[in-house]
C-alpha cells in the first residue's frame, strides 16, 4: 500500500461492496497474522467473490488467486463457527469513520467489524453488541476490544457531507493550522483530499486561514462540494495512478494535485485497490510462543463452550424439577403402580402398564429408567428422565441436585477461564517482544547523516541547523563546521548548546541566511538550555564566525565546549516552546525536535511543548507511542528537563484522548 484508506475512499468502497448484499459466506482463511479472506457465493449469479482484509490497511474486492494455509488459525476456526454459511445482509461505513461493518444472518446476526485506522482490529460481534473474538486484544481508557465485552466504537470524526457553509467558514476562521491541515483534520478529508481541494481552487496548501480572502474561502468551499458530490452521486471515473511504471496509489478521478503521473482508468474502485495486495508467504517456522498462544486461543474456546454448556443444563435441571411438581400426583400415581409392580416381581404386567401410559415416551428396565414427554407451564413438550425405583419428590429434587452441581462447575470453568485470560496476556506481552525483536532484526539500517551526531533541525527557509550535544560536541561543530557564511548561535546562560546556522542546506545546497533562520537558531540554543528548567523566557545572541574565538586572554582559562566572543553580540529573546516531529528526508523518516514554526514547516505529525515538571518518563512513553519510534530515540530530541504536550497534530483523534486509538 501506498497510503492508507481515507474515509472517503471507503464511502466510495463501501457503496460499491452493496452489490455483495446477499451472498453467503463459504470459506474463511487467515492468511497471515493481518491478512483475512472471505469466500463468498452469490445465489443469483452462481458468481464467487473474494473480501481482501489487511488489518488496518485495506479492504476490497478481489479476484486474486491467494495461497491459503491449510491449518486454519484459532482466529479463522471462531470466525467459521459463527459466520460459515451465514448470508450477508448489509456492508456499511460507521458514521464517517475508517471502520466498515459487514452484518451477517445466521440464526441470529453477527457482525464483523473491521477498523482501518492506527493499529487496526478486525472484531466479530453478536446482535446484544457483545465482542465475540478480536484479532488484536485493545484497552485505552474510553474503550476496551476484548472478548464479552461490549464494542465502544472509537469517538465520531466530522462528517464532511453535513457540514453547511456557516460552519464551513467558522472552522476555518477559528483554525491556527495553515489550510490543508485544517481541512485534512478539522474536516476529516485526509490529507489526500484536502490538497486536492486546495489545487482546484488554485490556493498553496501553506497558507494561513487569515491570510485568505472570502473570495478564497467561497472557492474552497465550491470545491469541497464539488468532490463530496461527485463521490455521493458516484460520478467519478476511477483511475489509478502509474509514476516510473509503478501503480502508486488508486483515485475516484484524475487529481490536479497529482504531478508527473499517468492514469489508467479501471472499472470499480472496490476492485481497482487489489492491485496493491502483496501476499508474503512465510516459510519459516512458527515460534514455540505463538503456538502457544494458538493452543491457549483453543483452550479457552473450549472454556467458553463448556460454560455455556454448563448453564444450559444447569437451567435444564432446575426446569425439569419444576415440571415434575407441577404433574406431581399424575407422576406420583405413576411411581406408586410402578413400586407395586416391582414389588410383585411382575414383569409382564409392569411392561404392559408402562407401555399402555400416556405419559410415558419410551423407559428401560435395565437401568430402571423411565422417560416421560410432559409440557411445561407454557405447554411446551419436554421429555424428562426419572429413576422408577425412587418416589417423585426424590426425583425432583434429584433434578435440582444436578442443576447445582452443573452450577459449581460451571463457577469452577469461570475461574479457569480467567486463569487462561492471565496467561494469554503473559504469552501476548513476550509475543510482542518476540515480534519487536524480530522486526528490528529484518529493519533495513536507517540512513545516517553526518549532522545526526548533533541536535539538528532544517530552519523553515531550509538551512540546517546543528547544535552540541555536549562539551566536546560544542567544541567540535565550531572547529569543524563554522564557515565563514555561517552564524553562531547561543543562550545566553551556562550550559547552552554552541548553534551553528549553516548556509547551507542538509545535501550541501548554498542557501542565503534570513532573520528568521537566525531567530530560530538562537530559539534551539535556547531550549536546549538549562534555561528550559528554570524560565519560560530565555535570551540568547548571534555573531559571525570570526568573533567566536578559542584563544583566551592572557592570565585567561577557557574551559572545555566554551568560547570567546569579542565584538557586538545580537541579543534577541526567545519563548521557550518547541516542537517535536516525524518527517522523511530522503525517504527515510527521522525524528526532529526544535523551533515551533520551522516544526510546522516540515512535519506532517508533531507535539508542541512547554517547561514543566510533569514526569518525563511517562511523556517519553507516550511520545515513543505516538511516533512509533524508541524511547532512545525520543529522548535524543527532548529538552533539557519535564514538559508539557500542549498540542498535538496529524495523529489519530484518539491519540488526542487517550494513548492511541
Request: glycine share 4%; proline share 4%; with cysteine.
Amino acid at each position: 500500500m501506498k497510503r492508507q484508506l481515507a474515509a472517503l475512499d471507503i464511502y466510495t468502497i463501501v457503496s460499491e461492496m452493496q452489490e455483495i448484499q446477499g451472498c453467503f459466506i463459504d470459506k474463511i482463511y487467515q492468511l497471515s497474522r493481518d491478512e483475512l479472506l472471505l469466500r463468498l457465493r452469490n445465489p443469483l449469479t452462481k458468481k464467487r467473490e473474494q473480501i481482501y482484509i489487511k488489518n488496518g490497511e485495506l479492504l476490497c474486492l478481489s479476484d486474486k488467486q491467494l495461497v491459503t494455509p491449510l491449518k486454519p488459525t484459532a482466529f479463522a476456526m471462531t470466525l467459521r463457527k459463527y459466520l460459515s454459511n451465514a448470508r450477508i445482509i448489509s456492508v456499511t461505513q460507521h458514521e464517517f469513520d475508517r471502520i466498515i461493518r459487514i452484518q451477517c444472518s445466521k440464526n441470529q446476526i453477527f457482525t464483523l467489524i473491521i477498523e482501518l485506522f492506527s493499529d487496526g482490529n478486525i472484531i466479530l460481534i453478536n446482535e446484544e453488541n457483545t465482542i465475540i473474538l478480536p484479532l488484536i486484544h485493545q484497552e485505552w481508557a474510553h474503550r476496551i476490544i476484548k472478548p464479552r465485552h461490549e464494542y465502544v466504537p472509537p469517538p465520531s470524526q466530522k462528517n464532511p457531507f453535513n457540514i453547511e457553509k456557516e460552519e464551513f467558514i467558522r472552522l476555518i476562521h477559528d483554525s491556527t493550522s495553515d489550510i490543508v491541515r485544517t481541512l485534512a483534520i478539522s474536516l476529516n478529508l485526509s490529507g489526500l483530499y484536502a490538497e486536492e481541494i486546495c489545487a482546484r481552487a488554485q490556493i498553496t496548501k501553506h497558507t494561513k486561514p487569515l491570510d485568505l480572502t472570502e473570495k478564497d474561502i467561497e472557492g474552497l468551499y465550491v470545491e469541497m462540494k464539488q468532490i463530496l458530490g461527485n463521490i455521493k452521486e458516484h460520478k467519478i471515473q476511477p483511475v489509478l495512478v502509474i509514476k516510473n511504471d509503478e501503480p502508486l496509489s488508486l483515485l475516484p478521478f484524475e487529481f490536479h494535485s497529482f504531478t508527473d503521473v499517468s492514469y489508467e482508468p479501471i472499472d470499480s474502485i472496490a476492485r481497482g485497490w487489489d492491485t496493491f495486495i502483496v501476499q508474503t508467504v512465510h516459510t519459516k517456522q512458527v515460534s514455540k510462543t505463538q503456538k502457544q498462544m494458538e493452543k491457549l486461543h483453543r483452550q479457552l474456546l473450549q472454556q467458553q463452550q463448556a460454560i455455556q454448556d454448563l448453564e444450559e443444563k444447569m437451567i435444564r435441571k432446575q426446569h425439569h424439577g419444576e415440571i415434575l411438581y407441577l404433574h406431581f400426583q399424575q407422576i406420583d400415581q405413576l411411581l406408586q403402580e410402578t413400586h407395586h409392580y416391582l414389588d410383585l416381581k411382575d414383569k409382564k404386567d409392569l411392561l404392559t402398564f408402562l407401555s399402555e401410559h400416556r405419559l410415558v415416551e419410551s423407559f428401560d428396565l435395565s437401568t430402571q429408567t423411565i422417560h416421560l414427554r410432559l409440557p411445561d407451564v407454557k405447554g411446551l413438550q419436554e421429555t424428562i428422565i426419572i429413576d422408577m425405583r425412587k418416589s417423585i419428590s426424590e426425583n425432583a429434587e434429584k433434578a435440582y441436585e444436578d442443576s447445582k452441581k452443573f452450577k459449581q462447575k460451571r463457577e469452577g470453568a469461570k475461574k479457569a477461564i480467567q486463569h487462561t485470560n492471565q496467561i494469554i496476556e503473559t504469552v501476548q506481552k513476550q509475543l510482542k517482544k518476540d515480534q519487536e525483536i524480530q522486526k528490528q532484526e529484518h529493519q533495513q539500517p536507517e540512513r545516517m547523516y553526518w549532522f545526526e551526531k548533533y541536535r539538528w533541525f532544517l530552519s523553515t527557509d531550509g538551512n540546517l541547523v546543528i547544535g552540541g550535544r555536549d562539551a566536546k560536541s560544542n567544541d567540535l561543530i565550531v572547529k569543524k563546521h563554522l564557515e565563514t557564511m555561517d552564524r553562531y548561535a547561543h543562550a545566553d546562560i551556562q550550559g547552552a548548546p554552541s548553534c551553528i546556522i549553516k548556509h547551507k542546506t542538509y545535501d550541501d545546497k548554498p542557501i542565503d541566511i534570513t532573520e528568521q533562520a537566525v531567530l530560530q537558531g538562537c530559539i534551539f540554543s535556547a531550549v536546549y538550555s538549562k534555561a528550559w528548567k528554570q524560565f519560560s523566557e530565555a535570551q540568547a545572541y548571534w555573531v559571525l564566525p570570526e568573533q567566536v574565538s578559542k584563544t583566551p586572554r592572557s592570565g585567561e582559562f577557557i574551559p572545555k565546549g566554551s568560547f570567546i566572543i569579542r565584538g557586538q553580540r545580537n541579543y534577541c529573546k526567545c519563548k521557550l516552546e518547541m516542537g517535536i516531529g516525524a518527517f522523511s528526508l530522503d525517504g527515510t523518516e527521522k525524528i526532529i525536535g526544535g523551533p515551533v514554526e520551522a516544526i510546522q514547516q516540515w512535519c506532517d505529525r508533531y507535539v508542541i511543548l512547554r517547561p514543566s515538571n510533569d514526569d518525563r518518563k511517562q511523556l517519553t512513553q507516550r511520545l515513543s507511542t505516538l511516533f512509533k519510534r524508541s524511547v532512545d530515540d525520543i529522548n535524543k530530541v527532548l529538552p533539557p528537563g519535564g514538559c508539557l504536550i500542549i498540542s498535538l497534530v496529524g495523529f489519530q483523534t484518539s491519540d488526542q484522548i487517550g494513548e492511541t486509538k
